[in-house]
């Protein structure tokens, strides 16, 4: 089981079973990494990043091209973005070469989506940046392959790997990994924490998702209706809570094809854990935390829970977020196909 010990707008540490890592707030999780290449002279060379990365080096050091997920984009229009900022180069999302996925430490539950793309024929731009002051000090270096082999950074040597792999080896197919193609149906929604009501296209790839999203909610202790002097109060914070981490290995085993813009299920499910249940678990985690330190040692947990002036004003939020989980498990169902 999961517990939060520190979370704040961009980290979180977490500790489960004694084991303790990091978790990217910012971005869910999940990061796009870009190992571009051109063919120069007859040789074939790779765009690297060269910024300062303040827990390595005060000096800048060469790295990929990376930036995290937003809530509004798809991993595709997150890679073409980071480019262009980081690097002046513009393409489309058509021309990107999906590399598989990495998962760079194991303190952290990051997954990192790795494309490529060939810029021998482009041409570069300024780069722009995001504003910030890393970035307007950093900028980017073609190097040859040896070169790019002796860069510290993992993602640049795994992306490099899988390149080399894929288009200059032909070991699989020259277009890189692809997903299949799957048939499409357009469900409309209705959903809570202000989403609304929305029309999304569920292919199987959705489909097998919502179906585990719905089972870890449906099948939770926190979803269950609890009555004003009934159950654990902490129980629930904690079901409620790993419920992050259950959407999060949902998503990310289903691939790039769970999100697909802000109309698609990793979109929906992502949303529900920041707009209601993150809200929810912020407020009263650390408030009943308060009340659990002060719990006399010849009395159990429970029992203390029933003195705590603030239990009632808890139950009654709970049973709010209840019901606007009950509308979500019902648009999970809609996208599962399910006949209920």
Not at 43 to 59: C, F, G, K, M, S
Not at 117 to 133: A, E, F, M, S, W
Not at 188 to 215: C, H, K, M, N
Request: charged share 25%; aromatic share 8%; net charge negative.
């Amino acid at each position: 089981m999961d517990s939060l010990l520190f979370e704040n707008e961009y980290l979180a540490l977490i500790e489960h079973d004694g084991y303790f890592f990091v978790r990217e707030v910012r971005c869910n999780g999940v990061i796009v990494g870009m190992i571009p290449f051109r063919m120069f002279n007859g040789q074939v060379q790779y765009l690297a990043r060269l910024e300062i990365t303040p827990p390595h080096n005060d000096q800048p050091e060469l790295c990929c091209i990376t930036g995290g997920l937003e809530p509004e984009q798809t991993l595709e229009s997150c890679a073409v973005t980071e480019l262009y900022e980081e690097s002046g180069y513009r393409i489309e999302k058509e021309e990107l070469l999906f590399l598989g996925t990495v998962r760079p430490s194991k303190s952290s539950d990051t997954t990192v989506y790795l494309f490529s793309v060939d810029l021998t024929r482009q041409i570069q731009d300024l780069p722009k940046g995001d504003g910030t002051r890393w970035e307007q000090d950093a900028s980017v270096r073609w190097l040859s392959r040896e070169e790019s082999i002796q860069i510290k950074d993992p993602l640049h040597i795994a992306g490099l790997a899988r390149v080399e792999q894929i288009k200059f080896q032909t070991v699989t197919p020259r277009r890189g990994l692809r997903l299949p193609s799957i048939e499409v149906q357009r469900v409309e929604l209705q959903l809570p924490f202000g989403i609304g009501g929305i029309q999304i296209a569920v292919d199987s790839v959705q489909r097998t998702a919502a179906w585990l999203l719905y089972v870890e909610l449906m099948t939770r202790v926190s979803t269950a209706p609890l009555g004003d002097s009934e159950g654990a109060l902490r129980e629930t914070l904690t079901s409620l809570y790993s419920l992050f981490q259950e959407t999060r290995k949902v998503l990310r085993d289903a691939g790039p094809g769970s999100y697909k813009g802000a109309n698609s299920l990793g979109a929906i499910a992502i949303a529900v854990l920041n707009r209601g249940l993150r809200p929810f678990l912020s407020k009263w985690h650390p408030l009943l935390q308060i009340h659990e330190k002060k719990c006399p040692p010849d009395i159990s947990s429970i029992e203390h829970e029933t003195t705590w002036s603030m239990n009632l004003a808890m139950r009654n939020e709970l049973k709010t977020l209840q019901n606007n989980l009950a509308i979500y498990g019902d648009a999970l169902s809609e996208i599962a196909g399910l006949q209920l």
